[in-house]
Every structure is written in structure tokens, then in C-alpha cells.
């Protein structure tokens, strides 16, 4: 069982960058899809962010595209959400999951291709 921890969340000025960190441990990085959701107050948590287990393959939300990057690097257990051109409207709680059955293409894009969660990190952006 893997467990996840974010963190580089905080406030940001909109236009602004900010980098996510996602350390994993207790599994074996390098077999687990990796993605990144969000959750704004009253909102539902959706997709910001996925790839594959060996980097090869990413997707993105349609809100974030051309704007975020997810990055892993398997030797440090950790991925990356590299966030620029921020918004307020990307002010969000950021979760990292990790799933180990595997998806692709839209199937990617489900909560319930990744069994495990981590507690999210803030990230503010202000206008």
C-alpha cells in the first residue's frame, strides 16, 4: 500500500507559478499510474492531471492545458505538477493519487482509476 504526500501549495498572485510535490511510499512508484485532482468549496474533486507509469503517456484537463505540466521521476518517488499562467479559479485543494490497476485515454480522467489519495494541499490564487 502506497501512501502520498503533497505539498508546495499556497498562495500565489493570479499569473503567477507554483510547483506541487507528491512523495510516494510504501509501494513501488514505478508501477502506479499518478494523476492530480482538485477540489473547490462546494465542488466536486475533478481531474487536473495524469501519467502513466513510465511518463510516456499524459492527460490533462481541457481548464489546465498548456498551463500545467505533470512530471514524475520514478528514481525519487515523486511527482510533480509544475503550475503556471495561474488563475483564481484554479484555487483549489490539490490531491495526488496513484492507482495501480492502470487506465488510459479517458479512463484516466476517473476517480476510480486510483485507490489511493492523499490529504491535498491549498492552493490559493488571488485576483
Known amino acids: 500500500q502506497v501512501q502520498l504526500v503533497e505539498s508546495g501549495g499556497g498562495l500565489v498572485q493570479a499569473g503567477g507559478s507554483l510547483r506541487l510535490s507528491c512523495a510516494a511510499s510504501?509501494?513501488?512508484?514505478?508501477?502506479?499510474?499518478m494523476a492530480w485532482f482538485r477540489q473547490a468549496p462546494g465542488k466536486e474533486r475533478e481531474f487536473v492531471a495524469a501519467?502513466?507509469?513510465?511518463?510516456?503517456?499524459?492527460y490533462y484537463a481541457d481548464s489546465v492545458k498548456g498551463r500545467f505540466t505533470i512530471s514524475r521521476d520514478n528514481a525519487k518517488n515523486t511527482v510533480y505538477l509544475q503550475m503556471n499562467s495561474l488563475k483564481p479559479e484554479d484555487t483549489a485543494v490539490y490531491y495526488c493519487?496513484?492507482?495501480?490497476?492502470?487506465?488510459?485515454?479517458?479512463?484516466?480522467?476517473?476517480?476510480?482509476?486510483?485507490?489511493?489519495w492523499g490529504q491535498g494541499t491549498q492552493v490559493t490564487v488571488s485576483s
Open positions: 501519467m502513466s507509469r513510465s511518463g510516456g503517456s499524459t
Open positions: 510504501g509501494g513501488t512508484f514505478s508501477r502506479y499510474t
Open positions: 493519487a496513484a492507482g495501480l490497476r492502470g487506465c488510459s485515454g479517458y479512463g484516466c480522467y476517473s476517480r476510480y482509476a486510483y485507490e489511493y
